[in-house]
T-cell receptor
């Protein structure tokens, strides 16, 4: 079972920041937080991951709370092409090749 | 650098036939994962392989399904005697095997069983 809790759906206006929350209150010290998204029926796309520090790349920013029990994925300027299902996944670090356990994710709709 | 490749992209089989799905990982990646997505459902892990070895097959149905990743060539997911319930999208992902490293997914194979 997925170890994360996400809202089932969110809307965001085009050009605004999309903030997607995720709760992972049972996360272990060596577990990473990963974010993927699936646009329509395409293969999941890796977005970002982190352990305890905030992370930023060309796609998004990941903010992890100090107690690591929750995190937020931020898409700074959402476009229509960001409409997708976003998955927050907790995954072991020491055995870093463990499979991904997908929950139901958050369906983000970016509205013009 | 080519991404993960899967073929065929679409496969139609009649009940009782065999389905063979192929996955070529990204260059330099030696770890392959197979996931299945049933219609209107989330992705479920099936099997994790390294070259010539099955590491974790806890998500594979016990019968009719098998997977391999030979020393040379793509990884193969084989479904024997397909049934309508096997209709789904099958995704392959690869990773280089470094701790904490991300998996990169292919475009998937959509299997339809008539």
């Amino acid at each position: 079972d997925a170890k994360t809790t996400q809202p089932p759906s969110m809307d965001c206006a085009e050009g605004r920041a999309a903030n997607l929350p995720c709760n992972h209150s049972t996360i272990s010290g060596n577990e990473y937080v990963y974010w993927y998204r699936q646009i329509h029926s395409q293969g999941p796309q890796y977005i970002i991951h982190g352990l305890k520090n905030n992370e930023t790349n060309e796609m998004a920013s990941l903010i992890i709370t100090e107690d690591r029990k929750s995190s937020t994925l931020i898409l700074p300027h959402a476009t229509l092409r960001d409409t997708a299902v976003y998955y927050c996944i907790v995954r072991g670090g020491l055995s870093g090749n463990t499979p991904l356990v997908f929950g139901k994710g958050t369906r983000l709709s970016v509205i013009a | 650098n080519a991404g993960v490749m899967q073929n065929p992209r679409h496969l139609v089989r009649r009940r009782g036939q065999e389905a063979r799905l192929r996955c070529s990982p990204m260059k330099g990646h030696s770890h392959v994962y197979w996931y299945r997505q049933l219609p209107e459902e989330g992705l479920k892990f099936m099997v994790y392989l390294q070259k010539e070895n099955i590491i974790d097959e806890s998500g594979m149905p016990k019968e009719r399904f098998s997977a391999e990743f030979p020393k040379e060539g793509p990884s193969i997911l084989r479904i024997q005697q397909v049934v309508r319930g096997d209709s789904a999208a099958y995704f392959c992902a690869s990773s280089p095997g470094v701790e904490g490293n991300e998996q990169f997914f292919g475009p998937g194979t959509r299997l339809t069983v008539l």
